[in-house]
Each structure stands twice: as C-alpha cells, then as structure tokens.
C-alpha cells in the first residue's frame, strides 16, 4: 500500500467509515454480498454508489503477456526500461507513455492512426507536443492502424493495415479502457446498461433504480479522477439531502483536463476548432511562453496560452495552454469558464511577476 493510500484509509476510519476489502456483489438492490479473505459478509443499505474503475482494452488480434506484448497496466511501474517501444494509441494515453518512455532514454516508434498524435485536442497544441517528440527522436507512423502483432526472437512485430511493419524490443497498446461492470449483479438489480456502462439517468448520478448511484467511468462520462470525485462530491450531496440548499449540476463540458507529457497539455470549455466547424463567431487570443520572463528563466519557452471568448460580451468560453504548468495553470481558465468571467476580469487581475501566469492576462487583454 502506498503512503497516497494509507494516508487516505486513516482519514477515512478517523471519519468513522467502514472500510471493507474484497469483491462485492448485488444479491438484490439493497443488498450486497463482499467476499473477503476471511468470508462472505452482506450489507443492506438505503443508498449505494458504484465506481469500479476499468482496465485497458484490448484489441482482438493480440494477447498481452506482460513481458513483451504490453497494457498500459503493465508498462507502469515498468518491470524493465525497453530498448525499443512501439506504442499503439496517440491518444492521451498513449502519448503520455511516449513522453516517459522518451524521457527515459528509450527509442520510441509512435504509431498514429491519424494525419497527427491527440486527433480530438486543439490542432495547435498538437503541433507543438508533435515537433516535440520528433525534436526528441521519437519516429511517427503517421497514417497507420495496427492490426497484427507478432513475438519474434528478439521482441516483437507489429503489422499496420497499409502494409507497413516495425520491429521493437517491446509493444505497449494504449488504446482506451473498459469499465467494471461484469459480474456486479446491476443487471438483476435492475439496473440498465449501456454496453459496459451503466445508463444514468440523472445529474445527481442516479441510474434508473433510484436509491443506486454510479461514478467514475462506470458512468460513462468524462474518464477522469477530478470527474469522478465531483460525482463523488454530487452523489453524497443528494443522499444527504444538501442538493437542496445550494446545488450546481455538473457540466462536462467545463470540466478542465490535463496531459503530462512534456511539455504538458491541458484545456477547458470550447475548443478553437469545434467552435469555427459549428459557425460559432469567437475571438481567440494566443501569447507565446517565449514572451515570458519566467519562461527564460525556465529555459523553456515552448507552447502558449490561448483564450476563446464571446466577442459580444468578453465572457471567457474555453482556453488551451501547453508548455511548462499548464495543468496547474489552466485553473484560472477553468474558473472563468464556470462562473462566466469576463476576459477583462482576468486581465484586470495583478499576479505575480516574473511568473508563467503573465502569460494568461496578456492573453486575455
């Protein structure tokens, strides 16, 4: 058990809640039934909330050994440093493996489905990690899908659908997740199902048996850790009654996400590029890090900021930052978003010099 983990059991018990180890199931929709080490024990309960995780998914034409042929589980801690890593996947996931991968010295072979890595962010922001990973050495396989993959004496060989091969030391599929759904009992309890996701069907996160809650990427929504602890957060609320006093539903759409690769990625609210498809009339600000003094200071002026906003009314819509801190920096965007502040309320903020956030009120003046 890491010390993240056992800090948080102590706060927990010291909160006075029961903490069970073992595989619990639904006997019926109030009860669950938990095999432990020691048994099976049964709890009945008014109220019940999943959030089960999930595990990388795996494509059908190969079958990960843990030595060679790798999942994202696998890869991290890695066992071994690969000589040669081919990564399947230039999604978030995937990337973030390369950028560790790269850092650790590794040769790195990225195949990418697409015409470029991260097809559904910023095009921009794109570019900047892409010219980075081949500033690095990384080799792109830019066009290709794998759809074989083989052991060979030394490693493995991996098949791409338009006839091209690569040979590595180690293949790592980064390829999304599935959630843990199976064996739950949800569906005899009622509980309606979306494939391996369950059907909510509320934004208290109530699925169609009222008093049964999910979170996380068991409910389908955005698959990340800051999402599911305000499902968390939302769930507790409704069950102790206090969505009545001051209760904000959650918008997925504002929800702030983050990439740590180097440099790091990170974006909130409307993106430039769905915003010119749908028509929509924007204004977008961009200021490059390398106009930063503490980005100088740094030795790393790579990336910018960028700000969408109304052009009508300067209320701030999205914004995507890459280069050094842009998960910590994108939080000032992101409350802008949510609380519907202007680009002058940023502007007019004095923060700290010599710092990367100048850069956010440059880009919002």
């Not at 909330?49 to 494509?59: N, V």
């Not at 701030?316 to 965007?333: N, R």
């Amino acid at each position: 058990m890491s010390r993240l983990e056992t800090q948080n059991t102590r706060l927990l018990v010291s909160q006075g809640v029961n903490i069970v180890s073992g595989r619990g199931c639904l006997l019926d929709a109030n009860t669950v039934e938990v095999a432990t080490p020691e048994g099976r024990v049964t709890f009945e309960a008014d109220a019940l909330m999943f959030s089960t995780g999930s595990r990388p998914r795996i494509p059908d034409f190969c079958e990960p050994d843990g030595e060679r042929i790798l999942t994202t589980r696998d890869a991290y801690p890695p066992k071994e440093i690969p000589r040669h890593l081919v990564v399947v996947g230039s999604g978030v996931t995937g990337v973030e493996f390369v950028s560790m991968f790269a850092s650790l010295g590794c040769e790195v072979t990225l195949i990418v489905s697409r015409q470029h890595v991260l097809p559904d962010k910023d095009p921009e922001v794109a570019a900047v990690l892409q010219e980075d990973f081949l500033r690095r050495g990384v080799h792109l396989l830019v066009g290709a899908r794998a759809v074989g993959v083989e052991r060979a004496d030394a490693g493995v060989v991996v098949h791409c659908d338009d006839g091209r091969s690569v040979q590595g030391s180690h293949v790592l599929f980064a390829i999304g997740s599935i959630p843990n759904t199976e064996d739950l009992g949800l569906n005899e309890a009622g509980v309606e199902m979306d494939g391996p996701w369950v059907r909510v069907v509320d934004h208290h996160m109530r699925t169609n048996v009222g008093h049964i809650y999910v979170a996380g990427d068991i409910s389908g929504k955005l698959p990340l850790s800051s999402v599911a602890s305000m499902q968390g957060r939302k769930i507790a609320e409704h069950v102790m009654g206090l969505h009545k006093v001051d209760h904000r539903h959650l918008d997925y759409d504002k929800a702030a996400s983050a990439i740590f690769t180097d440099p790091e990625i990170a974006d909130v609210g409307l993106v430039e590029a769905d915003a010119f498809a749908e028509g929509r009339k924007v204004r977008v600000t961009k200021v490059p890090f390398a106009s930063s003094a503490k980005a100088l200071i740094n030795d790393d002026p790579r990336g910018f900021v960028k700000i969408i906003s109304d052009p009508a009314t300067g209320v701030v819509l999205g914004g995507s930052i890459v280069g050094h801190s842009a998960a910590e920096l994108i939080a000032v965007i992101a409350v802008a978003v949510t609380n519907g502040l202007r680009v002058s309320d940023i502007a007019e903020s004095i923060l700290v010099h010599p710092a990367l956030s100048e850069a956010l009120t440059e880009a919002s003046e």
